[in-house]
């Protein structure tokens, strides 16, 4: 991303310059491309110097961060059902198969600048941490408890989203579901 090349510091500031100029050249190619005209999209991003991380995320993009196996974190969407969850509406686990899911409150590419829910500062990383970055047609299918059993059981992150994936999301989703994407980040050692 070019705005990357140009603002290399890993700061809260940085990093939301950088999704609101990926948000800008949305609403640059919808303007001069009709058939985008409608495009919106959502996004969740990890940065790191591989001893602290920031992220930050519009929509319903999530960012998981597991510590000694377990859940430590997830961001939370920019959605009516996480709203209402948040509000105590509905259960959490509820937000998954709500009948309002797809309604954002936010997202990228909209007529106004994206509202950015950056991290609130670097977040210190620990060897054996682990993140998970996916989409809503990811975790729709993946529940947080088997994220955790898939993750004790596998060596590294490529094993990790494979076993979530053949194992569970593919079982799960219809066939024609399009809406999947991931990856996965392992914590190691320093080396040196």
Known sequence: MKSF?????????????????????????????????????????LVSDGATALWAHVGDSRLYQFRKGRCLLRTRDHSVPQVMATAGDIPESAIRHHEDRSRLLRSLGGPE???????????????????LLCTDGFWEYV???????????????????????VDRLLRRAPPQHDNLTAVAVFVRERSG
């Open 113 to 131: 600048p994206a509202r950015v829910e950056v991290a609130e500062s670097p977040r210190t990383l620990v060897p054996g941490d682990a993140f």
């Open 143 to 165: 529940l947080e408890t088997e994220m955790e059993a898939d993750l004790a059981k596998s060596a590294g992150p490529d094993e990790w989203l494979e076993t979530m994936v």
């Open 5 to 45: 090349q140009e603002y290399p510091s890993v700061t809260e500031a940085e990093i939301e310059r950088h999704v609101l100029s990926a948000d800008e050249a949305i609403r640059r190619r919808k303007a001069v491309a009709p058939q985008f005209s409608a495009m919106l999209t959502t996004l969740v991003i």
